[in-house]
């Protein structure tokens, strides 16, 4: 199976049609039939059903898809270099980051960086740690932000800036009215829990059971925008990172210390088998000197 053969396989998949695989191809409807026709005998399989007039991609032609999409995503990235280096003069940089940094310390240095270096393009995506993670080893950005980084057989590291998690309160709520929170006045709480598991989950996990307490919660999410917004939404409190704070804010919400303090550091992630480029550096540094005015 060839690389045009799978372009028309996942234009099918994500267009439900062959005369919508054709249009985003450029090419005529009986070709992409016939291409798919001619991959189904080589591989063996039913890659798709017809259903009410949409062709279904079957559980095996789902698989395919799932592990082809890192192909295209480094395909994807190599166009987009090389349109860099065909339309800009002054280079190219591409960074993938977690939610919460994408939308608080990047912002701040790319646009420090920018000022004095207007020709250089640089390609921000946002994406869960795992995809940053798999994102730069695989040289797709050369640099990710992520928060807590564990060790990883080829990323080295380098830390930026260090933050701590916070409680973010009803305004209504009565402990709205503490300067600060320690972890004991949510012992009858309803918070908004982080992911069990997950690596700021885990920080805050075992802060309540170093001080023999369980945290009491009925909603669980991954990611502290998600906790941030339910507290608006109306539940009572969640622990969150400082860094999501410095991006959007809710009116009905209220940021305390939390006591004990939980600290919580970011960091540049980047492949440990190239070197870094002169961009790459300079940005680096950016980030690095980037105050935010979080204690």
């Not at 898809?65 to 090389?82: A, G, M, Q």
């Not at 190219?92 to 939610?99: D, E, K, N």
């Not at 980084?149 to 503490?178: M, W, Y």
């Not at 885990?202 to 009491?216: C, H, R, T, V």
């Amino acid at each position: 199976m060839n690389i045009r053969q799978l372009e028309v396989f996942r234009a099918v998949v994500q267009t439900g049609s062959t005369k919508g695989a054709a249009h985003i191809l450029n090419v005529s409807q009986p070709a992409v039939s016939t291409m798919i026709q001619h991959t189904e005998d080589q591989l063996g399989l039913p890659l798709f059903e017809r259903v009410r007039g949409r062709l279904v991609p079957t559980e095996a032609a789902l698989l395919l898809f799932t592990e082809s999409s890192p192909i295209f995503s480094l395909f994807d990235s190599l166009r987009k270099k090389v349109e860099d280096l065909r339309n800009s003069k002054g280079g190219s940089l591409r960074i993938t980051a977690t939610p919460s940094l994408a939308n608080s310390i990047l912002p701040l240095a790319v646009q420090r960086f920018s000022v004095t270096r207007p020709d250089v393009r640089i390609s921000i995506d946002m994406r869960d740690r795992e995809t940053v993670l798999s994102y730069v080893a695989r040289g797709v950005s050369e640099i990710g932000l992520l928060l807590e980084f564990q060790d990883h057989p080829n990323l080295g590291c380098t830390p930026i800036h260090q933050s701590r998690f916070v409680c973010a309160i009803r305004r209504d709520h009565e402990l709205a009215t503490k300067k600060s929170i320690h972890l004991s006045d949510l012992r009858n709480v309803s918070i908004v829990r982080l992911e069990r598991g997950s690596v700021l989950g885990n920080l805050i996990e075992n802060k309540f059971a170093d001080l023999g307490e369980q945290p009491k919660w009925t909603i669980e999410t991954r990611y502290c925008q998600c906790a941030y917004a339910m507290v608006q939404a109306g539940a009572p409190a969640a622990i969150i990172e400082a860094y999501v704070t410095l991006g959007p804010t809710y009116p009905d919400v209220v940021i305390r210390p939390l006591i004990p303090k939980i600290p919580v550091q970011s960091y540049i992630v980047y492949a440990n088998d190239r070197p870094l480029s002169r961009l790459a550096k300079i940005l680096i540094s950016e980030l690095r000197e980037t105050e935010l005015g979080i204690e």
